[in-house]
């Protein structure tokens, strides 16, 4: 089992720059692929990115691709992403997931360990 903790939320202007840590818990969090996900208000949970096990691949959503970077630290037990030009539209609750499924995948369904989320605001 994985326990999840993001941080790094906060507001920022458009065009700034933030980054989320994901921190999880449980010798096994190597093993699993990890996803960020985000979920603006009426809106349905969305795939943003994904790391293999290793973070040498790693697959972006079309809409942060060129601006979002994944990056995980097995020895920490870390993931980040590093979100840069940020946009009003990328407003959202973003969540880091877990998924023992060795392929990089991007449904909500498919990803079993969840943290609780951190809120990110960019203003215009």
């Known amino acids: 089992q994985v326990q999840l903790v993001e941080s790094g939320g906060g507001l920022v202007q458009a065009g700034g720059s933030l980054r989320l840590s994901c921190a999880g818990s449980?010798?096994?969090?190597?093993?699993?692929?990890m996803g960020w996900f985000r979920q603006a208000p009426g809106k349905e949970r969305e795939f943003v990115a994904a790391?293999?096990?290793?973070?040498?691949?790693?697959y972006y959503a079309d809409s942060v691709k060129g601006r979002f970077t994944i990056s995980r630290d097995n020895a920490k037990n870390t993931v980040d992403l590093q979100m840069n030009s940020l946009k009003p539209e990328d407003t959202a609750v973003y969540y880091c997931?877990?998924?023992?499924?060795?392929?990089?995948?991007?449904?909500?369904?498919?990803?079993?360990?969840w943290g609780q989320g951190t809120q990110v605001t960019v203003s215009s």
């Open positions: 997931a877990a998924d023992p499924f060795p392929l990089l995948r991007t449904g909500v369904s498919e990803y079993t360990y």
């Open positions: 449980g010798r096994a969090f190597s093993m699993y692929s």
């Open positions: 790391t293999n096990w290793s973070g040498g691949r790693s």
